[in-house]
Nanobody, 116 residues
Framework: QEQLVESGGGLVQAGGSLRLSCAAS????????VGWYRQPPGKQRELVAV???????NYADSVKGRFTISRDNAKNTMYLQMNSLKPEDTAVYYC??????????WGKGILVTVSS
């Protein structure tokens, strides 16, 4: 079973940067598609970015050019570099490890607050 622990969230001013990390404890990380999702206050959870085991990435239109997802399979860790943050980026961010049709795991979430 995969356990995921997010870190790096917090309060930042608009225009600032944060780097989220998600450490995985299990054995499927390196063969899985991994990603970040977020849930803004009062809204549903939405995709932020994903990266496949081969390194292909996909981003939500709202974060393209500002956020970068990456992974380090040797460390079983994924990252989300967030630049030029906006108040609308305020949300609880969740990391996800997905092996399609087989296993799917979520972190507990970490709060990112962007002040205007």
């Amino acid at each position: 079973q995969e356990q995921l622990v997010e870190s790096g969230g917090g309060l930042v001013q608009a225009g600032g940067s944060l780097r989220l990390s998600c450490a995985a404890s299990g054995s499927i990380f390196r063969i899985s598609t991994v990603g970040w999702y977020r849930q803004p206050p009062g809204k549903q959870r939405e995709l932020v970015a994903v990266i496949t085991s081969g390194g292909s990435t996909n981003y939500a239109d709202s974060v393209k050019g500002r956020f970068t997802i990456s992974r380090d399979n040797a460390k079983n860790t994924m990252y989300l570099q967030m630049n030029s943050l906006k108040p609308e980026d305020t949300a609880v961010y969740y990391c996800n490890v997905n092996l399609p049709l087989l296993q799917n795991y979520w972190g507990k979430g970490i709060l990112v607050t962007v002040s205007s």
